[in-house]
DNA sequence: GAATTCCGAAAAATCGATTTTTTTAAAAAC
DNA sequence: GTTTTTAAAAAAATCGATTTTTCGGAATTC
């Protein structure tokens, strides 16, 4: 692990509590692989890194293991979650199964305020695709590209259980190693996608988002060693 | 609320915690309708309620948060969600597409070991139907019921959903007023399923299945007042 | 020689007190 | 008469210290 994150990309911009605020830091620097796999976290050092106190540090950590982001075993701490490659199947054909659920519900429900929503965010995700060198900016516009493309589906809490495993499979993913053709592919496909929104074609729509994720769940692959 | 839940139906034996004894026992008293919806918790009462100290308390609440049986606002304190209509329907509409997919799943990796499982937790849910007075042991038989009745999906994420939003759902159909000829058609409905299940009839099962949820929504929503 | 027991150090969990922020209600201003 | 300001009280959040439990290695036993 690095230096702190002192203003994360979707950290809240003020007024939070510490405990929120070493929360949000925690989740990103753990998506973003900053953490050894199955590392044990060491409290007293995440203190000093994080500068923050040992109360809310552990309401974080709390928060961060019933999210799904962390380990917790009763009287033995927290650990990082190792990555399996069965674990990750399973995330990868469920956050499709979700996902063209939701993608339905969207189509259905999208108004002309999502397209220009959905528009808007694909137009920031190939800005960012021109600027390779701040990684960051480019995983943001496309989280919010995927967000968007959903969020219209109308059912508060499918969109919570994708943005969980979003969050999971974007750990493995980060972690695996680049691949720049398959990266090419994915974009074009972003753009279809808006594309086949637009016009509501939905069966096409769904065969593509589940094209989409299986082609990143290859890459992500690449993040697991053993079985 | 009334009186502490010193032994919870699912508590872990021993070796826990303060923050896990108090997690599990707030977390079966939100399910049980102990606290009014919409409520505010006072953390000083909580505190001598359930024999703890601040820390561990609080640790608890953002689990729960986290979980979402609580709504944690930032600088100021923790409140029960409020019982909404349209929340509910999303909850069992979801529901029932989860555990569709689970129980096709489930069909196709069953084994004899899941068969007789599932045969011993119908056999448990029936011992419990004779005694009306216990509602917990029936609560939890019903429970184990439908967790072994999954089981066998093979997806650990999904299990993990439906399982979240079975404790949602039981909110709101805990609080609702009982409805007794429901609740005959509801245990005929068990048997069916375990017999269906036997046979592998996936999409009768999956049809029966959309149909319980469906009857126990009708059930749940009385617990709802506004919109 | 392998397994077990017994320390001491390290880490996790908890407690009690302090600080910060919000809420409430009264007083003042317009 | 309504709104704004102010001050006190209450509640939330945080800190530092204490207690409890686990971990690792040396000494002991079989």
């Known amino acids: 692990m690095s230096t702190p994150n002192v203003s994360g990309t979707a950290s809240p911009p003020s007024g939070a509590t510490a405990a929120s605020r070493v929360f949000e830091a925690l989740k990103q620097d753990l998506i973003r692989g900053r953490f050894a796999a199955g590392e044990k976290l060491a409290i007293g050092s995440l203190k000093t890194h994080y500068q923050v106190g040992l109360s809310p540090l552990r309401e974080a950590l709390n928060r961060l293991a019933a999210y799904g982001l962390l380990e917790q075993v009763n009287q033995r701490g927290f650990r990082v979650p190792p990555l399996r490659l069965?674990?990750?199947?399973?995330?990868?054909?469920?956050?499709?199964?979700?996902?063209?659920?939701?993608?339905?519900?969207?189509?259905?429900?999208?108004?002309?305020?999502?397209?220009?929503?959905?528009?808007?965010?694909?137009?920031?995700?190939?800005?960012?695709?021109?600027?390779?060198?701040?990684?960051?900016?480019?995983?943001?516009?496309?989280?919010?590209?995927?967000?968007?493309?959903?969020?219209?589906?109308?059912?508060?809490?499918?969109?919570?259980?994708?943005?969980?495993?979003?969050?999971?499979?974007?750990r493995y993913r980060r972690l695996a190693p680049p691949n720049p053709g398959v990266r090419e592919r994915l974009d074009r496909q972003h753009g279809e996608l808006v594309q086949l929104a637009m016009e509501r074609r939905i069966e096409q729509a769904r065969a593509l988002l589940d094209e989409h994720i299986g082609l990143s769940h290859g890459v992500a692959r690449g993040a697991c060693s053993a079985p």
């Open 86 to 170: 069965d674990e990750l199947d399973d995330i990868a054909d469920l956050r499709s199964q979700l996902e063209c659920m939701a993608l339905t519900q969207a189509f259905q429900n999208g108004d002309a305020e999502w397209e220009s929503q959905l528009l808007a965010a694909h137009h920031r995700l190939r800005r960012a695709d021109e600027r390779p060198e701040d990684v960051e900016a480019w995983e943001q516009a496309h989280l919010r590209f995927h967000r968007a493309l959903l969020a219209s589906c109308g059912s508060p809490w499918l969109l919570r259980f994708i943005e969980q495993l979003h969050d999971q499979f974007d």
